[in-house]
């Protein structure tokens, strides 16, 4: 059995070093509270970096398993889908946003998600 771990990307507020949650309707679940989101001009300009073609909507390629979540993206940690580990490392730097690690429960650092990345993508 494997699991998928994820990564939340966007502004976020903190308690301390930690990503804040609260419960929202309709199915009141955790979710991280935004900050700020993301914004969608600069994700779109990215795609269009990545992809070299003409995008008009949020929409990512099914490989890359990354969805837009009201103000945030959610994406694999582990992808070994090298554009969408382009795309992510584009739009950290573009926007400096913050990459949550969901199952260690703390942001890290481009540089090592990265380093893990790369390293787990290897064949």
Not at 26 to 49: C, F, G, M, N, W
Not at 94 to 113: E, G, N
Request: charged share 30%; aromatic share 12%; proline share 6%.
């Amino acid at each position: 059995m494997s699991f998928i771990h994820y990564l939340f990307l966007g502004h976020f507020e903190h308690d301390g070093e930690v990503v804040r949650f609260s419960k929202r309707p309709p199915d009141r679940a955790y979710r991280p509270v935004i900050r700020r989101p993301l914004e969608t001009e600069a994700i779109k300009a990215v795609l269009r970096q990545v992809k070299g073609a003409d995008v008009e909507e949020l929409a990512f390629p099914d490989d890359w398993m990354m969805w837009w979540e009201d103000g945030y993206l959610v994406c694999d940690k582990y992808t070994r889908n090298p554009e969408a580990i382009n795309f992510v490392a584009r739009l950290v730097e573009r926007t400096r946003c913050d990459i949550h690690d969901v199952s260690a429960h703390r942001d890290i650092t481009l540089h090592d998600w990265l380093a893990v990345t790369h390293s787990y993508a290897k064949p």
